[in-house]
């Protein structure tokens, strides 16, 4: 599976976005190095810490389906700019990256932006 | 809360490894401490706060001294010092990258060990260059 097609399921993740106090619209796609996919969208709560972020839910079904990999994560967000993760989503993305695994940026115009963990995380914490 | 314009790298390490003698950690044992400087010359601390959760109910030394600053009204934090019980020169986790995006965009990162009096200095930006 290529960028465009993850990126793809990622924006068809978005569309189920739980969002109705910003209306701000993730999505995220997973692909694990078992070539298996994962989606997430983000999904809000009216108590702010209850909020789950679209990265990190596509991660938790990937776990519960006993993957544990991250080859590629897909991310889209309601932004004209790259929309990169947060820095919570950063700290779970690194447990199941794997050594060379990228990440997946878009913006309006439809571009995509293929990067490293450390370009957006340098120094993660982590026991591997 | 403390107040001086003269604090230097040290003297604000040294209050993050009080910090770290107070944090209750005794799931992992590892106690780590942190202490801000706020643009006004401030000083607030913070420490490691763990829950037999192991998850959302555990709070970081450097989130903890952020927030005690913001709820005193200090909003602008010029620098954070990161200190833990470990030969281990600790970074911040993302979830605290994420809180320094917000209160110390243009900040620096100090981080100690248990071991000396060396301080490495990282910013912000330099910790999370996209945000």
Redesign the interface.
Known sequence: MDNRELMNLAIEAQKRAYTPHFRFNVGAAILTHTDKIFCGCNIENPSF?ATICAERTAICKMITAGERVIRKIAVVGSTQD?C?P???????I?EFLEQNGKIILTNAEGELKELGLV???????TKK | MNCSNQIDNLQLMELARGAMEAAYAPYTNKRVGAAVLTASGKTFTGSMVENISLSGATMCAERAAVFNAVSEGELEIAKLAIICETEQFMPPCGVCRQVFSVFLPDGEVLLGNCCGEEIRVYTTKELLPLL
């Open positions: 810490c790259f990169a947060c820095g919570i989503c950063l700290q779970a690194s370009e957006l995380y340098p120094m993660p914490v």
